[in-house]
């Protein structure tokens, strides 16, 4: 019985095969994975954790959680190999968990004087990769709008992969913008502007900071679809065929530092290095709830704030709603530019129309250099 309501809340063992064992499996791998680069931060946390968000969280909270997910990964480890006869994804998990205790688990001692320099943010990549599981998976499993479509639908592998392998890179690819970004405000920062937005409450603070980033990142998303070059690395992300809490994460390294890039350039000028982490983290959580697979709305609050309905229907391959909805944040930001798409109902088809992109990772990281994807039907005026 248990076993069966663990398979309806995941949503795919009748359709996909995979049960209890599988998932179990999976849940080994993923918390021994996290175990193990939690243990590698501590052990070099001058060159993996990120000077600008270790302020937002303590110690001895993460050496718990370093604890937890060991003994995560470990449990779930058992569970898969007495339930299924593959014990691969069971013994890569509890190897990861195992590796983790060898090299001092949540007790490795942290040299403080060794943390300042430039560093890759690890530690924001594997706290971003375990809360997004955390908060999303049950919200799209207890009230999903498209109950069919399940946790591990099809191509979810592959935006794992994206997640996996161009988030930690992209970290490090972001360095060439965000630290630049954040330290420049103390050089390159108009003072007058600086002054100004300092002495307003923190909120409006932030609050304007959101808006200034949602100006700038309309005008480059626009670009991105409009001008042909900058398609073929942005139809990347519009391949996904549904959409769920890491089909977001689908996107070329190319678009995620130019749209990274557009965003902190304006920041800088009058908002401190504070403030831009906050919004770096409001953006992470609300970037990833407008890809989700939620049903519930709050219509009063869609007037002001994007909410999963309305950027579903920028990701939809119907032709009344191509090109439109381009804002991240605020709906009215359409409006004003006239871009704005929003009817009751849900968008029925996701991905691309009259395109083609390789199926594989690799493909469509090389293809869009090659020129081999071009504006189709999607495109079209």
């Known amino acids: 019985m248990i076993e069966q309501k663990i398979n309806e809340f995941f949503g795919d063992a009748e359709a996909t095969g995979f049960g209890t064992g599988w998932w179990s499996g999976i849940l080994s791998v993923f918390f021994g994975f996290l175990a193990f680069g939690g243990v590698l931060c501590l052990h070099f946390p001058q060159f993996l954790t990120s000077a600008e968000f270790r302020p937002f969280y303590s110690l001895h909270g993460i050496r718990l959680l370093i604890q937890f997910v060991i003994v995560a990964a470990v449990a779930f480890g058992v569970i898969s190999s007495l339930l299924r006869k593959k014990k691969t994804l069971a013994l890569t998990g509890m190897l990861f968990a195992i590796a983790a205790t060898a090299w001092g688990g949540s007790s490795v001692s942290v040299n403080g004087s060794r943390l300042n320099g430039i560093t890759i943010g690890m530690d924001w990549f594997l706290l971003d990769l375990l809360l997004m599981a955390l908060i999303y998976v049950p919200l799209e499993r207890i009230w999903p709008q498209y109950p069919e479509q399940g946790t591990f639908r099809k191509g979810w592998i592959q935006d794992l992969v994206y997640f996996m392998s161009t988030h930690l890179p992209i970290q490090i690819l972001s360095f060439l913008v965000l630290l630049p970004a954040t330290q420049a405000t103390k050089y390159l920062g108009i003072p007058a502007l600086q002054e100004l937005i300092a002495r307003m409450p923190w909120l409006l ?39 769920d809490w890491i089909a977001g994460s689908r996107s070329h390294f190319i678009d995620d530092t130019l749209v990274r890039g557009f965003i902190l350039a304006p920041l800088m000028l009058g908002f401190s290095q504070t403030i831009i982490v906050w919004y770096l983290v409001f953006v992470t959580l609300h970037a990833t709830w407008t890809h989700c697979n939620f049903g519930p709305n709050a219509k009063w609050l869609e007037k002001f704030l994007v909410m999963p309905r309305y950027h579903h229907w920028h990701h939809t391959s119907q032709k009344e709603s191509i090109d439109k909805n381009f804002a991240i944040h605020f709906p009215w930001i359409d409006k004003l530019f006239g871009t704005y798409y929003f009817p009751e109902e849900w968008p029925e088809n996701y991905g691309l129309a009259g395109e083609e992109v390789s199926p594989s990772f690799l493909g469509q990281t090389i293809a869009p250099f090659m020129g081999k994807i071009k504006m189709g039907e999607k495109k079209a005026p």
């Not at 990142?217 to 942005?234: D, G, M, Q, S, T």
């Not at 139809?235 to 996904?240: L, P, T």
């Open 205 to 243: 603070q932030f609050f304007l900071a959101v808006v200034v980033a949602d100006v700038a990142e309309y005008f480059i998303h626009l670009a991105l679809h409009k001008v042909p070059f900058l398609w073929r690395f942005h139809a990347v992300h519009h391949s996904s065929k549904a959409l």
